[in-house]
Structures are given as C-alpha cells and as structure tokens.
C-alpha cells in the first residue's frame, strides 16, 4: 500500500464520519433534546435568581443609606 492509496483511505473515514455526525445531528430522535439544549439559556435557575436578588437588594440599601 502506497502513500497515496493511504491518503485515499482516510480521507474517505473522514468523509463517513461527517455524513455519521450530520445524520445523527438531523435525527428525528434528537430533534427534541437539541431544542431543549438551544433553549435552556433563556431559563433561569435558582442560583442566578438569588444572585439577582441579592444584588437588587444592595443596591437597595445602599440608596437608603444615601438619602
């Protein structure tokens, strides 16, 4: 097996692995899990929500304190 018949071989798995990846990514089957990743960043979880709080509370106090 020369160089070029090599080359060949793995250019042609790199091609099956793209058509693999790409049918996978446009599964019937993951359609509903990749809509729920695409939009969990506009949910908001607990953590950010008493962070928020908190700081909204500082703010607060501190324009109390300033009056």
Do not use: P
Not at 32 to 56: C, G, M, R, Y
């Amino acid at each position: 097996m020369d160089y070029g018949t090599l080359r060949g071989l793995v250019a042609l798995l790199i091609f099956a692995l793209f058509i693999i990846i790409v049918l996978w990514s446009y599964s019937k089957k993951r359609s509903a899990a990749f809509e729920d990743i695409a939009n969990s960043i506009f949910e908001e979880d607990e953590l950010s929500k008493k962070i928020k709080q908190s700081h909204l509370d500082t703010n607060n106090n501190q324009e109390t304190n300033n009056v």
